[in-house]
């Protein structure tokens, strides 16, 4: 597997990733409205910290496969 596939491969990992952990936020927050948690381990907040870091990530990679493809149409 070459290089530009894996990255391609974790970031779409990372990108669904970070969806599902919105969706747990999201669910979190409304079953605290009604006096329920779903998660113990960690509050709703942290979960969209996670997804935010994830985000972060996938960001990070696209930006880069952008760049090396914009150097290799210049060459």
Known sequence: MSMEKLASAV???????AFVLLALAVLERIANVFGYTI???????RFLEFAVVLLIF???????AMRD???RRAL
Not at 39 to 45: A, E, S
Not at 58 to 64: G, K, P, Y
């Open 39 to 45: 998660l113990k381990m960690y509050r709703g907040g």
């Open 11 to 17: 970031s779409r990992f990372f990108f669904v990733g």
């Open 58 to 64: 996938v960001i990070a990679m696209q930006l880069r």
């Open 69 to 71: 493809e914009l150097k």
